[in-house]
């Protein structure tokens, strides 16, 4: 009897914890995170998903019996999963493949693993209509308050979020058009239950206000691709209304074909300007550079093309791949993406065709199933065979079932409108669990249940026992690594927040500690020596060997990270850096710093920032024609780059080649002509190389640059010497006169005024 009552505490305990995660899962954000919305929710699901796998093995454990509903979709999820493994086993970056990181959402394997353990234990749990229609309602409500909480904040201006210590927008996504994809599925499981007769008032009204927020939330935000998702996900509500005619309300049919049609003139000509809300700008990769990354990545060996870069590595992609005309760009051509325009050109990216193949070998293989069982119930229907009776005693949910399965399907086309997050994955798995639940109260061969009776023989009872410790005990491990990760998170963005260096060194250590192969902390780390480095060295009497000892620290910590992350083009830029600072103090240093940056542009061809830092180096260890080369490749990336173009002409200026540099400043003032540094300097290269007109030129340049900055110290004192050398000095003591006045301590222009006047210089400081 005992045995009996564990084994149901423990089963029903699993369902519990699953029922949890979709309370907790979207509504997971930690402000004391650098990422407020990915380790949490991450953490919630997994934490939730390996105590109900540790409870299912412990009630198996009292039974000794295992019993598993195996679906029609395991093979097929287990293909991925297995695809998904050998992506990241070869991937260019291992750790945040199979991890993930925390600043931004990435696909990694062990989220993978995750939410297929999420799917069989729903499968296995929700077996019930109470069951099954509890885990539907708790997603509309987290939708409804989800929904809410944003329209308070938007319209009504009272944020509940910051009030309780949280800064975010909504809780779902650090972007709105996630979050408005999120909303859609939220209406499309709260309208499309009023379609169907006979529902309660209760529930009728709860349902009705739920999508009443939803659609308010859209007009709210007024994205142009939300329109074109509540489009699809009107029509697969209206499809679904015609299927089941006899069931449905044919007035709120009527609603949503208005709204399909409102939804189209929004489409067409612009939803409502006043309706809409100011909300943060989301700066995402577009579809074209999204898709040359991946096709060239596709294109880059047959290693690629089968298995990508490795699951989360589209950074990687990115970096080289990025086209020349991206620097084109006038806002985005500085930035790196880490993240293509979609979900599916990260499969195609990061996981090469097998695992895009594996992917839509399971929505396929799934939806097969879905049309299969949905034209078997229409023919059925037509043919007049059957009774409102399914054979189930527990009521008929054939209509919430499949209503649950478009909403997995809009989900499914919405991979190709936006990248998932967290929260959008979650329920991508979670309505594909209950939808294959579902379909296997209406179809019997949906589902087939497979128990093994444990012997009561010492060995069967020996081994058995020995593999459920074993699996306890990794769900156990795993947890506690869980752990471990999250307290290194908490410190570390506690670090990157603190202003005070000796805070960020606790917290840097700490994190290290309990995570100490993670680049991003080494990173960080060797950020911190450094300005340890740069503060001890504005010391009264600085100590040399302190300061070598911090570049030194600073230098090996930044090396680790590159170790680490060898494929990180911004952990290489990093190393360089230490390296220009160590430079300083060991000359050598800068070689090393050459050969960091040569690498950058290995990992990153075309940003011409990263050439630029290349021709630095060499400029500063004296090799002025590699760093001519670096700078023209520069400018050739990116033409209108004027920092690089003004470096060049600099070279030409020190070799004397007045002709290349002023040539090249020729093309400057095109781009820059309003800069008045620019200006500047193209006078002073015009005023040195004094061929005929030159000087003229100059003035020309000059005198404008003096009527839009009339304090303009160089340039009035440039056209004090301009008019010295024509012999106008009372023009020349005008202008320099004017620079005194600007600069009264400047004992240079003071000595220059009296060779001017001829008179002491305590007579020209009283002028």
Known sequence: ?????????????????????????????????????????????????????????????????????????????????????????????????????????????????????????????????????????????????????????TVFNFDVLSKLGISAWNLIDPTNTAFGIWLVAIFMLSAGQLIKKNCPVGRSL??????????????????????????????????LGVTFLREARLGWLTVLFALLVTDIIFITFNSPKVLQTSVPVEVALGARPSWDVTSATLGGGVKSFLLGSGLGTFGVDFSRYRSVDFNNDPVAWSLRFNQPFNTLLAFLSEGGLLLALAFVFVVVFFLGHILYVWLGQRAEVMFGGLSGDLGWKSGDLRFEIFLVSLVWVLLTICTGFAFFGQSLWWLWWFLLGLSASGLGFIYS?????????????????????????????????????????????????????????????????????????????????????????????????????????????AVNTARRATDIAPASVGLWENLATMYENAAVIV??????????????????????????????????SGNN????????????????????????????????????AVEIYEKIMTIAGNNAEVAYNYGRLLYNRNAKGDRDGAEQIWLKVIEAQPNFSNVLYSLGMLYETRGDKYKALDYYYQVKELNPDNKDITAKIKSLVGVPVAEVNKK
């Open 625 to 660: 024609e590699d760093a001519k080369k670096s700078f023209e490749e520069a400018i050739k990336l990116k033409s209108d780059y004027v920092v690089a173009s003004i470096s060049l002409s600099q070279i030409y200026e020190t070799e004397q080649n007045f002709e290349k």
């Open 206 to 239: 709860f349902n009705f206000f739920v999508a009443l927020l939803a659609v308010a939330c859209l007009l709210t935000l007024g994205f142009d691709v939300l329109w074109w998702v509540l489009l699809i996900g009107l029509a697969l509500l209206l499809l």
């Open 1 to 153: 009897m005992f045995q009996k009552q564990l084994a149901k505490f423990f089963e029903f305990g699993s369902y519990i914890l699953l029922l949890l995660s979709v309370l907790l899962v979207p509504m997971a954000i930690d402000n004391q995170l650098v990422n407020s919305y990915i380790i949490p929710k991450q953490y919630v699901l997994g934490g939730l998903v390996l105590l109900a796998a540790l409870f299912w093995a412990a009630r198996a454990v009292v039974t000794k019996k295992v019993s598993y509903i195996q679906s029609f979709a395991d093979k097929p999820l287990i293909l991925f999963l297995l695809v998904a493994l050998l992506t990241a086993i070869f991937s260019a970056n291992r750790s945040s493949s199979f991890l993930g990181v925390a600043d931004y959402y990435i696909l990694s394997f062990a989220s993978f693993v995750v939410s297929v353990l999420f799917y069989f234990l729903i499968v296995n749990h929700f077996t019930t209509a109470k069951r099954w229609r509890l885990g539907v309602d708790l997603t509309v409500l987290v939708g409804g308050v989800s929904a809410t909480l944003f329209l308070l904040r």
């Open 445 to 553: 061969k949906a589902h087939n249940l497979r128990e093994w009776e444990i012997e009561d023989a010492p060995q069967y009872s020996l081994s058995f026992s020995f593999i459920l410790v074993v699996l306890s005990a990794g769900i156990v491990m795993s947890g506690v690594i869980g752990a471990r990760m999250y307290m290194a998170e908490r410190a570390y963005a506690v670090a990157v927040r603190a202003d005070d260096l000796d805070t960020v060194e606790i917290n840097l250590k700490k994190a290290i500690s309990l995570r100490d192969n993670y680049s991003v902390y080494n990173f960080y780390m060797a950020r911190l020596f450094l300005s340890r480095a740069v503060e001890a060295s504005k010391n009264s009497n600085p100590d040399p060997a302190v300061i070598s000892a911090l570049m030194s620290n």
């Open 587 to 620: 000359p050598e240093a800068r070689d090393w710093a050459v050969k960091s940056w040569m690498k950058c542009t290995e990992l990153e061809p075309t940003n011409p920032v990263l050439w630029l830092r290349l021709g630095n180096n060499y400029l500063a």
